[in-house]
Each structure stands twice: as structure tokens, then as C-alpha cells.
């Protein structure tokens, strides 16, 4: 199993866009069910959820039209 380190490493490498990744779950979100705006910034910011930064949820609603 790899180290925390490790994995962190690995990730670095990859550079995901956030942003990104953070619209596709706004959009994935949308599609089971209807969220306010700020609604969905907390499922998107939630430890329980996808865990966003603010500023990658706030991004996200701007695109989906929230």
C-alpha cells in the first residue's frame, strides 16, 4: 500500500483542474435533484460530499448557471 506521501506525489503529477472536476459534480448533482445556489455549494464544499474549496464550488454554480 502506498504512503500518504505517495500518494500525494502521484496526484501532484497528475495536476488535476479542479475546476473541472468540481463542474462535472455540480452538473452530476443537478442531474438527480433540484439545489439552490448555495445548496449546492455546500454539497460541494461538505467533507461528506466532494470536498471543493469554496472558490472551486462557487466556480461550479457560476457554470451550471446557479
Given at each position: 500500500?502506498?504512503?500518504?506521501?505517495?500518494?500525494?506525489?502521484?496526484v501532484?503529477?497528475?495536476?488535476?483542474?479542479?475546476?473541472?472536476?468540481?463542474?462535472?459534480?455540480?452538473e452530476?448533482?443537478?442531474?438527480?435533484?433540484?439545489?439552490?445556489?448555495?445548496?449546492?455549494?455546500?454539497?460541494?464544499?461538505?467533507?461528506?460530499?466532494?470536498g471543493?474549496t469554496?472558490?472551486?464550488?462557487?466556480?461550479?454554480?457560476?457554470?451550471?448557471?446557479?
Amino acid at each position: 500500500m502506498p504512503t500518504q506521501a505517495q500518494a500525494e506525489f502521484a496526484v501532484r503529477q497528475l495536476r488535476p483542474d479542479w475546476k473541472a472536476e468540481a463542474v462535472e459534480s455540480a452538473e452530476s448533482y443537478l442531474d438527480f435533484g433540484g439545489f439552490s445556489r448555495q445548496g449546492l455549494i455546500e454539497q460541494l464544499t461538505s467533507d461528506a460530499g466532494d470536498g471543493y474549496t469554496q472558490a472551486q464550488a462557487e466556480f461550479a454554480v457560476d457554470q451550471v448557471g446557479l
